[in-house]
């Protein structure tokens, strides 16, 4: 059914530290790598070995520049996933019913079998979350690795999407977002975690944290005591004996 | 958007199909006899291979059944339905009229249903917030009275036509007018997209690949500004101005057929640029700007 839930019991999603993200790529290949292999049809491309390779991903780095008004540019890796949206646009307009919202979680998700991948739910998406798979012909979204996070037959460690558990900087979180005392809502609370678009009113259950200024200089710094940065043992013997020639 | 020929050629010839039933289910095209059979046969052939059209770009057309089960949130479904129901009170109208029994209501509500599937097909494009262009009560407007004109013209209405022609240019240019204005009125920048905007001005520094993908294939179309005068200056000669000048000329059946093929040329050419010109929010993360 395409008609959104009122509300959802849990709203299961990412929070992604845009200060702590170092643009490597590796959530994006840990992503491809496990949805290729695991639920539904193959993470697909179009001439993998050719000239002109072309793929279906559900999670992309962009990097962005930003020009304060005054001071340095500022680079910020963007990673860009399904925000699996409270008032997800892509469902509601699918014919088919292939796109539902999950009552229990909140997960946004496409049953391939019934996908005509007419791509109507790929136009409604303000945030590219969606692709069309080259091969199979069907839509493929982030499940936010619906096959791990419940997953028994896994260790418990790595029951969370595949992006998350991979991340070396620790950029990704996964969690609750409607229970105000998770990990996840504590870290959105703390850092002023932001929806992007707000104005498409999609109300995404995703948060980014901002990144934290840069060379911020400590108000009290020019009244601390000075550490000599001369040189010491024979180099500053030498450095004396030649100041006083 | 990418303008697919698909998608150009199912919305323009069901444009014009069922602008000419909703005529002929008004009464105000003849129905009866063979005159009426080739109405009926024109009508049915432009509106079926625009259907059929809409199907080629679906990645399994073989599960299209399937699109009738969510009329309750989608206009794509709900079109669905609308067209099966026009085809079918038309269908049964058409055999009934032909012989000389002409049911007038079935007419009506045919008609009805015709111009109910336009107004579901402009809907879906509509709807969209992604697309500021395409978020206008203007693209209703414009799919109708296009649909409507092309009626009109078809069915061999000369003043009406003309009347309606004049109308639909000025819409026409309105609902360029209000698009171009669209993306920026619409408040989605690179700054909101990235959340980033409050810092400074936000530019995208490295795309996630150096090639394309069904995102920017699908969605990040750009027409040169140069091609955008030009294009929109055939679709008002060919669409309107040639088309109501030969009516105005003294009638005669070759400079009406003149008319409709130029009429049909820049209406080809208005969905082409209704494709091309629309800005879809994804770009911004590829880094077309709101400007």
Redesign the interface.
Known sequence: ???LPETTERKLGLVID?DTCVGCHAC?TACKGWNTQNYGAPLGDDDAYGA??????LN??????????EGA????H?P?SCLHCDDA?C????????SYKRVEDGIVLVNET???????C???????AR????I???MKKCTLCVDRIYNEALPEEDRVPACVRTCPAGARHFGDLADPDSDVSQLVAARGG????????TKPVNK?L??RPRDEIDVLAPFLERVDEGPKGFLGWLDRALERL | ?HPAPSLIFFSTLSGLGLGLLAFLGLGLAPTEGLTGLIFFALAFALTGAGLLSSTL?????E??L?????W??????RE?WVAVAALSVMGLYALLAMPGLRLAPLGWLGALLCLGTVGSTAM?YA?????PRWHQPTTPLLFLGYAITAGALLSGRVSWTVVLLIVMAALQVLAWRRGDAALAK???T?G?????GG???????????T?????TR??VFRVGRKHRVTLRTLVLILAFALPALLLLLPFSHWLAAIAVVSHVVGMLAQRWLFFAEAE???GL??GQSAA
């Open positions: 059914m395409t008609a845009l994006v002109a390779p072309s793929g279906a991903f992309r780095i962009h990097s962005f520049e930003v020009q304060p008004d540019a500022q680079t910020v963007f860009k646009p469902v509601t307009v699918c014919p088919t019913g292939a019934d996908c005509i991948g007419c791509g109507l790929a136009w409604a998406c303000p945030y590219g692709e069309m798979d080259p199979e012909g069907v932001m929806d992007l678009m707000p104005e498409q009113e980014y901002p990144p | 958007m770009h679906l990645g399994h057309p599960r299209a399937k699109a009738f089960t969510q309750r949130t989608s206009w794509l479904s669905a879906i709807q969209l917030k992604t697309v619409s408040g989605t690179t909101t997209a990235t959340g980033l810092r400074g001005r936000v530019r995208l520094f490295e795309p996630p690949h090639g394309g993908n069904y995102l699908e969605m879809h929010a994804v993360y590829y």
